[in-house]
T-cell receptor, first 115, second 111 residues
Framework: DAGVIQSPRHEVTEMGQEVTLRCKPI?????LFWYRQTMMRGLELLIY????????DSGMPEDRFSAKMPNASFSTLKIQPSEPRDSAVYFC?????????????FGNGTRLTVT | SQQGEEDPQALSIQEGENATMNCSYK?????LQWYRQNSGRGLVHLIL?????REKHSGRLRVTLDTSKKSSSLLITASRAADTASYFC???????????FGQGTRLTINP
């Protein structure tokens, strides 16, 4: 079990550029979550998917943010255009769909810096 | 806010002592979970306690849950330097599939 894989680990970009973060969940996990972590706001849920379908995107801060899950083994989080306040660590997590009582498995995150 | 609120925000103790962290929340839950995060890494699940359970143990970890007070505590016994990390409680909101995290407690174990 390779765990949840995120890429890149670090991303530095200039304001206005498009940023794409990638996630490969654990095989067989039906749920995929995107979180953002900052010192000020802690760990915020942005969006989650069930069987590749977005279920709740109420945490997506603005229309500049979009997420897709084209298949069970891949998801992207895109920011276009990026702004300095988007600087944060972005985590992807997955879990099996059997019940609420399954824990989340997190990737190691992508540290995004927008200058 | 639905998220858990943790207390204290930071805790520094000597190796060998016990560490206690608390979490309070405001909504009905399916379960409450505790996670650990080492610097620069993702969160790692430690223990899950269901809403109908009052206490659970796993190794040196002991978790309690009081649904009437909407609060939980995590006790780490006989702490080690390697326990230095941030600890987060997360609530699984009743009727929803999402997990909402608290702000975390930064634990430092001094050798």
């Amino acid at each position: 079990d390779a765990g949840v894989i995120q890429s890149p680990r670090h991303e530095v970009t200039e304001m206005g550029q498009e940023v794409t973060l990638r996630c490969k969940p654990i095989s067989g996990h039906d749920y995929l979550f995107w979180y953002r972590q900052t010192m000020m706001r802690g760990l915020e849920l942005l969006i989650y998917f069930n069987n590749n379908v977005p279920i709740d995107d109420s945490g997506m801060p603005e229309d500049r943010f979009s997420a897709k899950m084209p298949n069970a083994s891949f998801s992207t989080l895109k920011i276009q255009p990026s702004e300095p306040r988007d600087s944060a660590v972005y985590f992807c997590a997955s879990r099996p769909g059997r019940s609420y009582n399954s824990p989340l498995h997190f990737g190691n995150g992508t540290r995004l810096t927008v200058t | 806010s639905q998220q858990g609120e943790e207390d204290p925000q930071a805790l520094s103790i000597q190796e060998g002592e016990n560490a206690t962290m608390n979490c309070s929340y405001k909504t009905s839950i399916n379960n409450l979970q505790w996670y650990r995060q080492n610097s620069g890494r993702g969160l790692v699940h430690l223990i899950l306690i269901r809403s109908n359970e009052r206490e659970k143990h796993s190794g040196r970890l002991r978790v309690t849950l009081d649904t009437s007070k909407k609060s939980s505590s995590l006790l780490i016994t006989a702490s080690r330097a390697a326990d230095t990390a941030s600890y987060f409680c997360a609530i699984s909101i009743q009727g929803a599939q999402k997990l909402v995290f608290g702000q975390g407690t930064r634990l430092t174990i001094n050798p």
